[in-house]
């Protein structure tokens, strides 16, 4: 894998959301998959994201390290049901099929993650009693 730099992450554009510099993304495991995403749009869209220790053996002994995976909608492993839509009929058809319905998929994460981005923030305040 290679390692882009921070600011070379902020520039990507994430393929859910279609925002550009709202924060660093990630890019698809599959080889020259270039697909980016933000990992937060990547959960709300339940695309396949796996994090594991790996154990390599070292100079100084066997160190544990921390092997991150994370698959585009089109790169997904089928079998894995990281969906925010669980109850989404899992028929088995044509590459087409499937497709279409992660389409449908990124278009309803979208429209979520525009509805959050536009709430209004829940934010407390506060207050202290004049009498103590």
């Known amino acids: 894998t290679c390692a882009l730099p921070i600011s070379a992450r902020r520039k990507l554009t994430c393929y859910i959301c279609k ?15 270039y697909t980016a995403f933000h990992v937060t749009c990547a959960q709300q869209a339940g695309l396949f994201m796996k994090i594991e220790a790996v154990k390599e053996p070292g100079p100084n002994g066997i160190s544990v390290g921390v092997r991150k995976t994370a698959f585009c909608d089109v790169h997904a492993e089928p079998c894995a049901d990281n969906s925010m839509f669980p109850d989404e009929d899992k028929k088995k058809g044509s590459k087409e099929d499937a497709r279409e319905q992660a389409r449908i998929k990124m278009r309803k994460a979208r429209k979520i993650l525009a509805q959050k981005r536009n709430a209004i923030p829940n934010v407390s305040i506060p207050v202290i009693p004049d009498q103590r």
Not at 19 to 33: L, P
Request: glycine share 14%; hydrophobic share 20%; charged share 15%.
């Open 19 to 33: 925002q550009r510099g709202a924060g660093a993304c990630i890019q698809c495991h599959k080889t020259n998959c």
